[in-house]
């Protein structure tokens, strides 16, 4: 019994090997998808940080110095180990999707939580620019949030992060 099985399998090994030797099935590479950027400034750009949520609002500014410090109360300094990374985060955030582009007509926004914005992002940059953004409601999973730049009829999927 052992020696038919054994003829069985020789065969079959034989004809698996010379499957996995000559390939026949197209290899097919993958390519990544481009990343979808919400907006994209340097991070260096970034000299003045304000947040509004509902009736907070705060500001960081970074001094000459590279030394980012509360707007106001003025001058108190931030513990840069938690600062480190949110300006990284602020410099290009990474959509998820693009819902609604500048082309088409302007989204019903109420659906987004985007007509009467609870977050509002304001940033300064090198130069007297200024971008400002407003973030909606979460999606169900709370992995997301609706995004629109200000001036723009884009809706974007942001991650919440």
């Not at 090994?13 to 590479?29: C, K, S």
């Not at 959509?95 to 939580?113: C, E, F, H, I, K």
């Not at 709370?142 to 809706?155: C, E």
Request: no cysteine.
């Amino acid at each position: 019994m052992r020696l038919r099985t054994i003829v069985a399998f020789v065969p079959a090994a034989i004809v698996l090997g010379a499957i996995v030797y000559v390939n026949p099935f197209p290899q097919v590479d993958v390519e990544p998808e481009p990343s979808l950027w919400f907006y994209r400034v340097l991070e260096g750009d970034i000299k003045v940080v304000k947040v509004s949520h509902r009736d907070k609002r705060v500001e960081f500014v970074k001094t000459d110095d590279d030394i980012w410090v509360f707007g106001n109360p003025t001058g108190l300094t931030i513990d840069p180990l938690r600062w480190s990374g949110i300006t990284l985060l602020l410099a290009g955030p990474l959509a998820s999707r693009q819902l609604s582009s500048n082309m088409q007509s302007t989204p019903d926004l109420v659906q987004y939580g985007l007509n009467s914005s609870e977050t509002v992002v304001d940033l300064g940059l090198i130069g007297g620019r200024h971008l400002r953004f407003e973030l909606g409601y979460k999606t169900t999973d709370g992995g997301h949030h609706y995004g629109q730049l200000t001036g723009s009829t884009a809706v974007f999927l942001i991650d919440s992060a």
